[in-house]
């Protein structure tokens, strides 16, 4: 990518998967890496002294609390006058019907997936505007794209993502920020080629945390310069088949069943 020394980014929902990867691969690019999430977990794998981890610090951070979001974007200000890149992957997702969802987690799950990311990039962009340059990549789903039984919490926070990355794209682009949008279907670690669901997917597997790092870096380089307010969808071609597919393959699982594997573990933090 040849960085110019001195680049910082913020990562959220650093703890694992698609977050950490991130975090890893732009360290190794020579950038200084703020990972950020609520799992301690965060602090264990950035301590375990790998050299590819030298840049990376971690950060506890309830992002549903506006005052330690604020704070942080204060401390970087404060060591290092500026911030290059933005990436808001932290998430939650509560399965529950509209009648049957707790109020108390419809707000939950809004303050992580929406309400944060506009909190992160309300005190990220006068950063970014000082030096007329910067990239915000917010991870979205394919929840944003399709509707998945069970999910309007979930569903409608990432599809006022997409909407508030559009947002920031047409407001600052003047700025030279760029805002993007990426839509990951299913991301696992692990064997991803032997998955149950691997099946469904065109491309034979589900998703790694690799795939959506890979265009996190490319999105951070020159080459990328007019990608700008696009939602990018990454997810192995499965929006692209028609639900009839189900029927005329004889496949056993419907699509609405190949939401993330995680929604089955009920309430969690993370992508």
């Known amino acids: 990518m040849g960085e110019e020394p001195g680049k910082v980014a913020v990562v959220t929902g650093a703890a694992h998967g698609i977050g950490t990867q991130v975090a890893v691969d732009l360290?190794?690019?020579?950038?200084?890496v703020l990972a950020v999430d609520i799992d301690p977990e965060v602090s264990r794998w950035v301590s375990q002294g790998n050299p590819d981890r030298a840049l990376i610090e971690a950060h506890l951070i309830d992002l549903t609390q506006g005052e330690d979001i604020r704070a942080l974007f204060s401390e970087i200000e404060q060591r290092f006058?500026?911030?290059?890149?933005?990436?808001?992957?932290?998430?939650?997702?509560?399965?529950?019907?509209?009648?049957?969802?707790p109020v108390e987690e419809w707000?939950?799950?809004?303050?992580?997936?929406?309400?944060a990311p506009f909190l992160t990039m309300k005190y990220a962009i006068p950063l970014m505007q000082r030096r007329q340059?910067?990239?915000?990549?917010?991870?979205?789903?394919?929840?944003?794209?399709a509707?998945?039984?069970?999910?309007?919490?979930?569903?409608?926070a990432k599809a006022g993502l997409v909407a508030l990355t559009r947002q920031a794209a047409l407001d600052y682009s003047a700025d030279g920020i760029r805002a993007i949008a990426i839509s990951p279907g299913l991301i696992i670690e692990g064997d991803v080629a032997n998955h149950p669901k691997s099946a469904m997917f065109p491309v034979g597997r589900t998703g790694r945390p690799e795939d959506i790092a890979d265009l996190v870096l490319f999105l951070c380089s020159d080459r990328a310069g007019f990608i700008n307010g696009a939602n990018l969808v990454v997810d192995g071609g499965l929006t692209a088949l028609s639900p009839a597919v189900y029927w005329n393959d004889g496949a056993s699982v419907e699509r609405?069943?190949?939401?993330?594997?995680?929604?089955?573990?009920?309430?969690?933090d993370g992508t």
């Open 81 to 101: 006058g500026r911030l290059d890149i933005l990436v808001n992957n932290a998430a939650r997702q509560t399965p529950g019907s509209i009648t049957e969802l």
């Open 147 to 156: 509707a998945y039984r069970q999910h309007p919490a979930y569903d409608s």
């Open 133 to 145: 340059a910067g990239l915000i990549v917010n991870i979205a789903s394919i929840h944003a794209l």
């Open 27 to 32: 360290a190794k690019q020579g950038i200084r």
């Open 107 to 115: 707000d939950r799950v809004q303050a992580v997936c929406l309400r």
């Open 256 to 268: 609405h069943d190949l939401a993330d594997e995680v929604e089955q573990r009920g309430t969690f």
